[in-house]
């Protein structure tokens, strides 16, 4: 009885968390996302996303990552130089290319512009990345 009630609640709960959460390709992509944060960008945006004050700017609650989305992907896809401000901070630091697959910049997109107080509805998208140029 205890496995049926446990079954048929896991079952209810991923049909609430599908219907009124994120869907399952979004929640994939985070993961995907959350294992390139990992590997890429935890040494200097740190495992909290805070970042490292003066040097490197936070992705938590960052009103720039949220707000800057074009200009965001842009920067994991191509890397980025110069000064921007994030949450009211100046930063004038350098982000390497990464070299990174379309697929893994929209992957960590998610998970960044969903973790640590962000939220982001729309995904991004592998057709959004490529639609981004170095320009």
Request: glycine letters at 8%; aromatic letters at 8%; hydrophobic letters at 40%.
């Amino acid at each position: 009885m205890k496995i049926i009630v446990s079954l048929c609640f896991g079952l209810i709960s991923g049909a609430f968390v599908s219907a009124f959460g994120q869907n399952n390709a979004l929640d994939d992509s985070i993961k995907r996302g959350q294992d390139i944060y990992q590997d890429f960008c935890v040494n200097c945006h740190m495992a909290n996303g805070e970042g490292v004050a003066g040097s490197f700017p936070p992705l938590a609650k960052s009103d720039f990552l949220m707000k800057n989305r074009k200009e965001s992907i842009k920067a994991i896809k191509y890397g980025m130089q110069g000064e921007i401000v994030v949450n009211g901070q100046t930063y004038n630091s350098v982000m390497a290319n990464l070299g990174l697959l379309e697929s893994e910049v929209a992957d960590v997109m998610n998970y960044i512009t969903n973790s640590w107080g962000n939220k982001n509805e729309k995904a991004v998208t592998v057709k959004e990345v490529s639609e981004v140029k170095k320009q």
